[in-house]
């Protein structure tokens, strides 16, 4: 059991049911009436956010949150299919429970399963990919505006916004967090 006066940033509570991270937390001392915790909760099944507030006293189980490395292994339809790097154990997700973190992803790429309580409810891919870009336009010569970028696609099928001198067979290197281009390889 986690007290409120005890909230830290990334801990993760069952809350009414619900299981939610601690994204942001304040202890508010008011000159009159007694001290209070206010918090921003981001439930962890579906992504959204609340703010509630806590007297200090108040507990709560902390959930745990089980990350396991899996290997993606192939979409087949709407089933993308995951394979459990030690235990050789294969499961296979629907695209609801996917969403898009795959956007980035080639197959027999190491990506954290997230469950809770047996049940998956995210797929995390790694912070960085290296893939080769499949289709965009030639830069021109000369044409070097400040921060100018054009669209590229990559090889995973995802749409990337890329520098002028990036140009068709490179390799890039992508933040999957934000969908950016940080560099060629």
């Known amino acids: 059991m986690v007290s409120a006066g005890d909230f830290r940033n990334g801990v993760t509570l069952e809350i009414e049911g619900n299981?939610?991270?601690i994204m942001?937390?304040?202890?508010v001392k008011p000159g009159k009436g007694a001290a209070f915790?206010?918090?921003?909760?981001?439930?962890?099944?579906?992504?959204g956010v609340v703010e509630k507030t806590f007297r200090p006293t108040e507990k709560f189980p902390q959930?745990?949150?089980?990350?396991?490395?899996m290997q993606y292994l192939y979409a087949d339809g709407d089933l993308f299919n995951?394979?459990?790097?030690?235990?050789?154990?294969?499961i296979a997700l629907s695209a609801e429970d996917v969403g898009d973190a795959l956007k980035f992803v080639k197959e027999n790429e190491t990506v954290k399963v997230c469950s809770y309580n047996g049940k998956v409810f995210a797929v995390e891919p790694p912070l960085f990919v290296e893939?080769?870009?499949?289709d965009t336009?030639?830069?021109?010569?000369?044409?070097?505006?400040?921060g100018a970028t054009k669209p590229a696609t990559v090889e995973t099928g995802a749409v990337v916004y890329v520098p002028l001198f990036v140009n068709q067979n490179d390799k890039i290197k992508i933040d999957t967090r934000t969908?950016?281009?940080l560099s060629r390889v």
Do not use: C, W
């Open 19 to 21: 299981v939610y991270q």
């Open 24 to 27: 942001e937390f304040q202890h």
């Open 37 to 47: 915790v206010r918090t921003k909760l981001k439930n962890i099944i579906n992504g």
């Open 63 to 69: 959930a745990r949150i089980e990350r396991v490395d």
């Open 82 to 90: 995951f394979m459990n790097s030690e235990t050789y154990d294969q």
């Open 131 to 134: 893939l080769e870009i499949i």
């Open 137 to 146: 336009e030639p830069g021109f010569k000369g044409d070097t505006a400040q």
């Open 179 to 181: 969908g950016e281009y």
